[in-house]
């Protein structure tokens, strides 16, 4: 089986222009990461330091002012249609169609590549099941818990077992307990699924529990730092996330992100 | 409870007490002057009894209520068509919006006698003649109503969809047309009552048939009686309609709160 494709990014830049005052914002300045096959990314950064604006570009919705995203040999923005199954996505909002159960929520990406009508339903149907909607099938979304809805948009999500899942802060706005359970079961699945995923997110602890990496951006979604949490031993987490903060308040990196086995020894 | 919210509480369609006090009192009223009117000068034809206009409503000709009725329908159909499709067109592209907007807005400034006029004018064709007015008042109402609601439809429900990459027509059956459904609904009810109304002006001139032809034969028999009972048969219609509507609205909009 084909796994899914590395993620580069070279020189990216965005740039806005701002409608009433006509000036320029960059919001991304010459970016450059790549993400290899089925690795977890949690990109952290402040608010508006461009994880948004990379989140649009990596989905597609925003062409680079310069440099390029390339997902294998395709770019997400100029092979649009390329990408119809193969990249999902999870938004901070659940953003369910009000309209639609819970069943017809999820099968929605179904719908749209074109999947026979039964496989559809039994394809999201299982997806509901592993996210423990078993018995909620046919509830429209005014009828369940904020927990719940995110359930379903996560389940829409993995209905197409996407190459590619980006989450944009998909776990911020519930409780910590609801959080931390919809937390490891979207890595569990990821996993399960073979996806790379991105997760875009504010919460340090989020993003050191569920990421492989640690990409930290700074202003204009410079790149501050890029951790392999692996190299980080669990009692050290405290650490690595004061020094994670404190890169991200001086906008500089922190110098005991570099070798933290080097900062774990002299801890001691 | 506030009384903005009791008077919400009211149910649509239903007769509260208010309703049918004010109902008897006009009709007893009417009847009354019915019968005082040789007393206060008033021609006899002019208010006529209850029972007088009970036989003008035994004497309506179902036809006419069905070709009327078959006129609004089919033309409130084409122009909800017609309406939608260039609201979908103008959606999609910004410039013909612009050219466009001014345009309908002329179109709905003209009113509607003047349409009756260029119909009579430019078309021999009774039917076509009815159907042109009645699409060139009732589909720039679709148009903008539903235009605005496209609009409407929130930029976060946007964004996920185009996120899973539909294609356009995905794009606007699967998102665009059920998110303004409730917008579409208020717009057939506005619709229904303008073009209940414009039909029977529309009627009045070169028709053979329809309520609008019966009325106008009302009219040169000075038959008072005959125009209230046919104004009645509009006026079922139009509520006739509207329950209708209402009643597929709670079906397809059983999903709101």
């Not at chain 1, 006509?22 to 508006?48: F, H, K, M, N, Y």
């Not at chain 2, 179109?107 to 509607?112: K, S």
Request: glycine fraction near 6%; charge should be neutral; include cysteine.
């Amino acid at each position: 089986m084909s796994g899914p494709p590395p993620i580069k990014v070279r020189g990216l830049r965005k740039i806005f222009r701002q409608t009433t005052t006509g000036q320029s914002v960059i919001a991304i300045e010459r970016l450059d990461l790549t993400i290899s096959p089925r690795e977890v990314v949690a990109i952290v950064g402040q608010t508006g330091c461009g994880k948004s604006t990379f989140f649009d570009l990596m989905i597609g919705l925003e062409a680079p002012t310069e440099g390029s995203i390339h997902i294998g040999a395709k770019s997400p923005h100029a092979d649009f249609d390329y990408f119809r199954g193969r990249i999902a996505t999870v938004f901070q909002q659940d953003r369910l169609l009000p309209w639609r159960s819970a069943l017809d929520n999820a099968r929605l990406p179904l719908e749209l590549i074109g999947v026979p009508e039964e496989e559809q339903h039994e394809r999201a149907l299982s997806w509901l099941n592993r996210l423990g909607l078993a018995h909620f099938t046919n509830a429209y979304p005014h009828e369940l818990s904020g927990g719940m809805r995110q359930r379903v948009a996560i389940a829409r999500a993995f209905a197409v077992e996407p190459d590619i899942l980006l989450a944009d802060e998909a776990f911020g706005h519930l409780d910590e307990v609801t959080a931390a359970e919809l937390r490891d079961t979207f890595l569990k699945l990821a996993r399960e699924c073979g996806s790379t995923a991105i997760l875009i997110t504010h919460q340090l602890e989020e993003a050191i529990s569920i990421g492989d990496r640690i990409v930290v951006f700074g202003k204009s979604a410079k790149l501050l730092a890029d951790i392999h949490v692996a190299q980080w031993s669990k009692p050290n987490y405290g650490l690595l996330r004061e020094a994670i903060q404190s890169t991200l308040q001086s906008d500089r990196p922190d110098p005991r992100l570099k070798d933290p086995r080097t900062e774990t020894k002299r801890k001691k | 409870m506030p009384h903005e919210e009791l008077r919400e509480s009211v149910p649509v369609l239903t007769f509260p007490r208010q309703t049918l006090v004010s109902l008897f009192v006009f009709a007893v009223v009417w009847e009354a002057l019915s019968h005082l009117a040789p007393y206060l000068g008033i021609p006899p034809f002019a208010i006529p009894s209850f029972v007088r206009i009970a036989k003008s409503v035994a004497t309506i000709t179902p036809i006419d209520i069905i070709v009327t009725l078959a006129r609004v329908i089919a033309a409130l159909i084409a122009s909800f068509l017609l309406g939608l499709a260039v609201a979908m067109a103008m959606y999609r592209s910004e410039s013909l919006d612009k050219y466009l907007h001014p345009m309908i807005r002329l179109l709905m400034a003209v009113p509607v006698v003047s349409w009756i006029l260029f119909a009579v004018l430019w078309f021999p064709g009774v039917e076509f003649r009815i159907g042109f007015v009645l699409v060139i008042v009732c589909g720039p109402v679709f148009l903008i109503d539903t235009l605005d609601a496209m609009h409407g439809v929130p930029r976060e429900l946007r964004h996920m969809m185009q996120s899973f990459r539909p294609t356009t027509w995905q794009y606007f059956f699967k998102l665009m047309l059920p998110a303004i459904v409730p917008t579409i609904f208020t717009s057939w009810k506005v619709n229904i009552s303008l073009a209940i109304r414009v039909v029977t002006i529309a009627e009045l001139v070169g028709a053979v048939t329809g309520i609008g032809h019966q009325l106008s034969v009302a009219q040169e028999l000075f038959s008072v009686a005959d125009v209230f009972a046919w104004t009645l048969v509009l006026v079922a219609l139009l509520f006739l309609l509207e329950a209708v509507v209402a009643r597929v609205e709670t079906r397809v909009l059983r999903w709101r709160v």
